[in-house]
């Protein structure tokens, strides 16, 4: 199986921070990755899918990059509604696998 | 306005058998390949099992190759997980999630239902 490691596994943040999580696969995964947002007590929503596309209805404050096996979620000003937990996924096994999250918190 | 909506979660003996349904709405599910995901109290998200639009292709992930069972009916626009020989270890919110078509959508989960909780316990 592909394993996926994010980091930080936490990350406390000031509102108007650029924040940045990234995701490494265990092996190459092409541009087969994917971010999500969930929210306590929420299910998840898609944020980016191909590793940089951004989902409609997302806000553009949002962005991804990376190819291969090392990938990058940013967040170029924080505001208070995105505290969540974020996961990446990839989709290049059939055998779909996520990391472990990432826990955001406003400082 | 796509639609998924997940039933069937309940308290269960370790041991015991249940099956979750998800109704899916405002989209032709005989389109789209399906999957379950879980996500144990206080703990991260985890693919379970996945089926093809088709239900020709059929994965599972190990922890419940062998006990769980996914299948679908497109008249219906149903997607169901029959879940045998329970253990504690099952005990989760279970989502369905429809998976994004083709290779430039990145095969993403776009819609999620919010969720079924199962506990397993005596």
């Known amino acids: 199986d592909i394993q996926m490691t994010q980091s930080p596994s936490s990350l406390s943040a000031s509102v108007g921070d650029r924040v940045t999580i990234t995701c490494r696969a265990s092996?190459?995964?092409?541009?087969?990755l994917n971010w999500y947002q969930q929210k306590s007590g929420k299910a998840p929503r898609l944020l980016i899918y191909?590793?940089?596309s951004l989902q409609s209805g997302v806000p553009s404050r949002f962005s991804g990059s990376g190819s291969g096996t090392d990938f990058t979620l940013t967040i170029s000003s924080l505001q208070p509604e995105d505290i969540a937990t974020y996961y990446c996924q990839q989709s290049y096994s059939t055998l779909r696998t996520f990391g472990q999250g990432t826990k955001l918190e406003i400082k | 306005e796509v639609q998924l909506v997940e039933s069937g979660g309940g308290l269960v003996q370790p041991g015991g058998s249940l099956r979750l349904s998800c109704a899916a709405s405002g989209f032709s599910l005989s389109s789209y390949s399906l999957k379950w995901v879980r996500q144990a109290p206080g703990k991260g998200l985890e693919w379970i099992s996945y089926i093809s639009s088709s239900s020709s292709t059929i994965y599972y992930a190990d922890s419940v190759k062998g006990r769980f069972t996914i299948s679908r009916d497109n008249a219906q626009n149903s997607l169901y997980l029959q879940m045998n020989s329970l253990r504690d270890e099952d005990t989760a919110v279970y989502y369905c999630?429809?998976?994004?078509?083709?290779?430039?959508?990145?095969?993403?989960?776009?819609?999620w239902g919010q969720g079924t909780l199962v506990t397993v316990s005596s």
């Open positions: 092996q190459r995964i092409s541009n087969y």
């Open positions: 191909a590793a940089s």
């Open positions: 999630a429809r998976e994004s078509q083709g290779k430039s959508s990145g095969y993403s989960f776009d819609y």
